[in-house]
């Protein structure tokens, strides 16, 4: 069976100096590039390592942003707990519907295969309701590849992506913003992209900031490195969080009898929310459900929906 260990190096902690705070009008450019910086630099441990539940720390983060760019960019009601059902609870080859789709789009960001493939674009930007057709997708990669090429800060070289984006078309906001966190990673030299700017992007207006300029916009890249500072912040407050339940997994594994309980373990690390319905290798139905709740009952997993039906478990 494969144990759930915690990540093997000590979390980092971002100290209180670095979280940008009080009034953000007076916060320049170059002061939230500072605090973008130390906070990337917080999180560059762990984006560059790959802790047992960092499935479930991506998913997680996926779904904050899916959450944020449906109902800010597209005018979707769903909400986190829409969306996660959406994916979790879809049949193989189902259709997960508009919002549903926005969410696979920010999972596949931290996915397999390489985002800078024009066919991947196309398809990301198909789903976040932008479609582009093949030449205008070269046209990004090309664009993108270039603004990496050229050495800068990473969060300048996210906001220079994010306005590739829209300038080739117009009403792109949501892919430019998954774009940006693409060429984050790639600058920052992480080997798999975490979706953090939409996550934060939009919590600027409840401080009263007013109009939130869009990419290419003056104090558009400035706005996006108080959204990197915050999110990144935010990823490792998940990443502790993550990392304290895997443990809880890990000691709760011992007092389990099913034969297949490895895989059920290993189901709950590598994503966000695992489906009782779900076949897993090795348990039956009943032994499959009787796991889940046995986990709920050691306080080693959560029950997410809080139905009696059609239930989903996470970390």
């Known amino acids: 069976m494969i144990r759930a260990e915690p990540a093997p190096f000590d979390l980092p902690r971002a100290p209180l100096w670095a979280r940008p705070s009080g009034n953000l009008r007076e916060i320049s450019e170059a002061e939230a590039l500072f605090f973008a910086g130390a906070a990337l630099a917080a999180l560059d441990s762990v984006a560059k390592s790959e802790p047992p539940w960092a499935g479930a720390w991506r998913a997680r983060l996926a779904l904050k942003s899916a959450a944020a760019v449906a109902a800010n960019l597209l005018n979707r009601r769903e909400d986190e707990a829409a969306l996660r059902d959406a994916v979790a609870l879809a049949k193989p080859g189902q259709d997960f519907g508009p919002a549903g789709r926005v969410y696979a789009a920010y999972r596949a960001l931290g996915g397999p295969g390489d985002p800078f493939r024009p066919e991947k674009l196309a398809a990301v930007a198909a789903d976040l309701q932008a479609p582009f057709d093949p030449g205008r997708a070269g046209e990004l990669v090309a664009a993108l590849e270039q603004a990496v090429g050229r050495g800068r800060p990473a969060p300048i070289v996210a906001a220079a992506a994010a306005e590739a984006a829209t300038k080739i078309r117009a009403d792109a906001e949501p892919l430019a913003l998954w774009v940006a966190d693409v060429v984050l990673a790639r600058a920052l030299g992480w080997p798999v992209a975490v979706p953090l700017l939409a996550g934060e992007l939009f919590v600027r207006r ?4 007013g109009r939130r300029p869009h990419p290419g916009e003056p104090g558009w ?5 108080l959204a990197y500072a915050r999110a990144a912040f935010a990823a490792l407050d ?11 997994l890990a000691d709760a594994a011992p007092k389990l009898r099913a034969k297949g309980k490895g895989r059920a373990l290993t189901k709950l690390l590598g994503d966000d929310a695992v489906a009782a319905a779900a076949p897993i ?27 009696a039906t059609f239930r989903l478990y996470g970390l």
């Open 206 to 209: 409840s401080a009263g900031e």
């Open 221 to 225: 890249g400035r706005l996006l490195a």
């Open 238 to 248: 998940v990443a502790h969080d993550l990392s304290r339940r895997a443990e809880k």
């Open 281 to 307: 290798a090795g348990l039956s139905d009943r032994a499959r459900r009787r796991l889940f709740d046995r986990l709920v009952a050691l306080g080693a997993a959560r029950e997410l929906t809080g139905r």
